[in-house]
């Protein structure tokens, strides 16, 4: 069973950026679509993107197109999420887990025999 550790959070101004890492062990990597997701205060944890496991096929949600950037390394088994021109409303702690599939017309939900990490979290203020 795949298991994820999440890293790279911290405090960054309005329109600064953090780069995300989602390290991985426990299984083989790159049988595995990866998703980020997050979850705000008081509020439903939601999809944020996610990336086939060959790495070919990636998807954002509207609110944050043209501003993150998946990608991974299967070399290093680890998945990463660039986050530029952060918002007061990308704040909120982040989360990566295997999904059942990445694709165009299908929501990014977590795999059922996945487990959620602990997380890292995103604080953005002025």
């Known amino acids: 069973q795949l298991q994820v550790v999440e890293s790279g959070g911290g405090v960054v101004q309005p329109g600064g950026s953090l780069r995300l890492s989602c390290a991985t062990s426990?299984?083989?990597?790159?049988?595995?679509?990866i998703g980020w997701f997050r979850q705000a205060p008081g509020k439903e944890r939601e999809e944020v993107s996610c990336?086939?496991?060959?790495?070919?096929?990636?998807k954002y949600v509207a609110s944050v197109k043209r501003r993150f950037a998946i990608s991974r390394d299967n070399a290093k088994k680890t998945v990463y999420l660039q986050m530029d021109s952060l918002t007061l409303e990308d704040a909120g702690v982040y989360y990566c887990?295997?999904?059942?599939?990445?694709?165009?017309?299908?929501?990014?939900?977590?795999?059922?025999?996945?487990?959620w990490g602990q997380g890292t979290q995103v604080i953005v203020s002025s």
């Open positions: 426990g299984a083989t990597f790159n049988y595995y679509h």
């Open positions: 887990a295997p999904v059942n599939l990445c694709d165009p017309y299908t929501d990014i939900v977590k795999a059922p025999f996945a487990a």
């Open positions: 990336i086939s496991n060959s790495g070919v096929n990636a």
